[in-house]
Nanobody, 123 residues
Framework: QVQLIESGGGLVQAGGSLRLSCAAS????????VAWFRQTPLIVREFVAVISQYGGEKYYGNSVKGRVTISRDNAENTVYLQMNNLKPEDAAVYYCAARPISLSTRAGEYYYWGQGTQVTVSS
């Protein structure tokens, strides 16, 4: 099994950018579908983005489409989430998650989760 650690969160002004990282240990991240979800007190585990094992398929949640890009570097065992033009409503704890075989946008279908990284957006 794989352990996931998110990093890159922090405080950013509205309109700014952040790049989040999801680094894996204890396994080969290239064996897994990897997704990003976010959670606020109002919305639990909202789908943000997902990427297939070799990066050939990418899908984004409607609330972030056009502003975020998911990518992966399997040689570095890392998946990235580039976020641009951040809005106050993007503030959340961001989690990466992994599952084998097939792509999913549903949080309940993911087996492995990181600890989360906090993104705060000031207006």
């Amino acid at each position: 099994q794989v352990q996931l650690i998110e990093s890159g969160g922090g405080l950013v002004q509205a309109g700014g950018s952040l790049r989040l990282s999801c680094a894996a240990s204890g396994g080969t991240l290239g064996d897994y579908i990897v997704a990003w979800f976010r959670q606020t007190p109002l919305i639990v585990r909202e789908f943000v983005a997902v990427i297939s094992q070799y990066g050939g398929e990418k899908y984004y949640g409607n609330s972030v489409k056009g502003r975020v890009t998911i990518s992966r570097d399997n040689a570095e065992n890392t998946v990235y989430l580039q976020m641009n033009n951040l809005k106050p409503e993007d503030a959340a704890v961001y989690y990466c998650a992994a599952r084998p075989i097939s792509l999913s946008t549903r949080a309940g279908e993911y087996y492995y989760w990181g600890q989360g990284t906090q993104v705060t957006v000031s207006s």
